[in-house]
């Protein structure tokens, strides 16, 4: 079975550029979570997914970070403008169930760093 | 809000030894899960071991085993027989298992600890 599947595994911008995180979960998995993991810190989520809606987008910053998944698989996060404090990695994840007991499957993740 | 502490940074074992990671949490609900995440350098994050707050029995996975109190709100890992493959980051999580709207089931993470594992 393929793991979650991300790209770019890097990326290094300038601060307000735009940029595209790609992310292909495990196959049947309707639901997709993206975190963002700054340096010496624990994963955060940003948003979460279930199927091609949004279930929680509570901690997603609106004014710079927008994230589609479009047929329910395949998803983007893109961030514009981006700003230094963005500089983190942002991991992909995916679950075959959305139940507290479950278990989330995660990609390698896309390290950014904005100058 | 739920929050989750890790107090040791970082950590190191030698090869071959037993070392206990430790984490607290903070949690007005009764129902919740409880995970340790591993996370080596390559940075894709796996699951090491899941505890339910409603079981009494401390969960085990081969080498990896937990000591749960809940009064305490504790819940640290336990790894046996380290081996080089062990080293990484590891992060304790929240879950709650009351659903209560949006975000009811958000993972809430520590901030790690890095293992080190001396050859």
């Known amino acids: 079975e393929a793991g979650v599947a991300q790209s770019p595994r890097y990326k290094i911008i300038e601060k307000r550029q735009s940029v595209a995180f790609w992310c292909n979960p495990i196959s049947g998995h309707a639901t997709l979570y993206w975190y963002q993991q700054i340096l010496g810190q624990g994963p955060k989520l940003l948003i979460q997914f279930q199927n091609n809606g949004v279930v929680d987008d509570s901690q997603l910053p609106k004014d710079r970070f927008s994230a589609e998944r479009l047929k329910g698989v395949d998803s983007t996060l893109k961030i514009q403008p981006a700003k230094l404090e963005d500089s983190a990695v942002y991991l992909c994840?995916?679950?075959?169930?959305?139940?507290?007991?479950?278990?989330?499957?995660f990609g390698p993740g896309t390290r950014l760093l904005v100058l | 809000a739920q929050t989750v502490t890790q107090s040791q940074p970082e950590m190191s074992v030698q090869e071959a030894e037993t070392v206990t990671l430790s984490c607290t949490y903070d949690?007005?609900?009764?129902?919740?899960?409880l995970f340790w995440y591993k996370q080596p350098p390559s940075r894709q994050m796996i699951l090491v071991i899941r505890?339910?707050?409603?079981?009494?029995q401390n969960a085990t996975e081969n080498r990896f085993s937990v000591n749960f109190q809940k009064a305490a709100k504790s819940f640290s890992l336990k790894i046996s027989d380290s081996q080089l493959g062990d080293a990484a980051m590891y992060f304790c999580?929240?879950?709650?298992?009351?659903?209560?709207?949006?975000?009811?089931?958000?993972?809430?993470f520590g901030k790690g600890t890095k293992l080190s594992v001396i050859p």
């Open positions: 949690t007005s609900e009764s129902d919740y899960y």
């Open positions: 999580a929240y879950r709650s298992a009351t659903y209560s709207g949006a975000g009811s089931y958000q993972l809430t």
């Open positions: 994840a995916s679950s075959s169930l959305t139940t507290p007991q479950e278990t989330q499957y």
């Open positions: 505890q339910e707050a409603y079981k009494q």
